[in-house]
């Protein structure tokens, strides 16, 4: 009787080992000639840096003159995930509140911090904004009832703004409640009403309210107390702070 035939041994786990330690080589090497770009710091102190800064508009114009911006925010928007028309809205409050408060300070970084933190830029709960900036659906906060992390605050409108005749409710892109909008809301997108799910119109009178609460609010101080009277606690104002400082270094939160 013959001996059997011995049986080849397949070749194919040798070549697929020599083809993983051949890219590894490649990667490496690869990696050597092309190194990582060097990580952006974002500082961590107040106030946030400004940004990049905000050209000048004829915001005295009719319509929407934060569409003027629109070069200046197109830029910028992919990268810092943040909506083109929103983008356009803060820049243009800081640009308005720099020509009628120059004393204040406020950087477009800040407002966009809060937008951020405060509705996600007027994304919250699948709303957009539309071309008029103007938030679809209407953003409405929880009851203020008092609950754990709520003020109580009664109904101070008879629901004519939130919607709601026994309790009030935060609104719009920047989050007012009622008995404050009506006191700071103005338009700031030129059709004659003053709109708080708006996000021209909230950016703006969100920056008049700051800057009355703040004073020179490129200071620490006035930041600080800017930020706590918009929202009195201190993680709120560090998670603007946050947020606000990646913008004003070009990176996304």
Known sequence: ????????????????????IVAVIIAVGSNLRSPQ???????????????????????EGPGRTSALLRDWAEPQ???????????????????????SDPGCGLAWTTLAGIG???????RH???SLDENGTANPEIRGVPLDGGPGLAEIRDTDGGELDG?????RAMGPMQFIPETWKRWGVDA?????????????????????????????????GWTRALMAYNLSGDYLALVRDRAAAYGVGVRP
């Open 77 to 99: 928007a992919d990268t810092l995930g943040v909506p083109v028309i929103a983008l356009e809205a803060y820049g243009h409050a800081a640009a308005v509140l720099s020509a």
């Open 37 to 59: 770009l060097p990580r952006i710091e974002v500082p961590d102190g107040v106030p946030p840096v400004p940004g990049v800064p905000v050209p000048p508009i004829d915001f």
């Open 189 to 221: 997108n030129g059709d004659g009403i003053a709109d708080p799910d708006n996000i021209d119109d909230a950016a703006l009178s969100a920056g008049r309210y700051l800057c009355d609460r703040g004073g020179d609010l490129t200071t620490a101080e």
């Open 116 to 122: 951020s933190v405060e509705s996600n830029h007027g």
């Open 125 to 127: 709960g699948g709303a």
């Open 164 to 168: 709601d005749p026994i309790l009030d």
């Open 1 to 20: 009787m013959c001996p059997p035939p011995r049986r080849r041994r397949s070749a194919w786990p040798l070549f697929v080992f020599s083809a993983l």
